[in-house]
């Protein structure tokens, strides 16, 4: 049973998640936001402009783009939820590169697998955006009488 409203939904998440990452998180969690969301903009145009014929190998090349980014970050900081990340983004490859070359359709077991990996990748970013904040408000020390006055 599809709802028409469901992909609007994963769009605010992934805009929240993002935004979240982008205030809060650090730089390997700035820079995969900011992948995740090129991507997404990519894809949308990608199904916009592109004739049907084509879309199939543009998504491809998408994914391995987002998958080589993440590779990227990854060899940069090293955090756990970019292995994550890479991880899911490696099952999204090769589930388009399956029905790439079997020449499927898309069917239902193809959005539910398409729509898990996004969800986690999403969970992954902000996992790493939490631990990051967390992480920054522990290095934040609270400087009381700093300057060097005697409080009597």
Known sequence: M???FLPYVGMVVTLVVCGLAFLRGGPPERV???LVLGVALIGQAIDLILPDAHEQVAHLCNDAFLAVGFL???????????????MLQAVQFSLHAFYLV???PHDRFFAVVNN???AGIIACILAGTLVAWRHH???????????????H
């Open 2 to 4: 599809f709802s028409p």
């Open 32 to 34: 995969g936001a900011g």
């Open 72 to 86: 990227l970050v990854a060899l940069r900081y090293g955090s756990l939820w970019l292995g994550g990340s890479m």
């Open 102 to 104: 079997a020449t499927k």
């Open 116 to 118: 898990a990996n996004t």
């Open 137 to 151: 408000k522990k290095s934040i020390v609270p400087v009381l009488g700093a300057s060097g006055a005697s409080a």
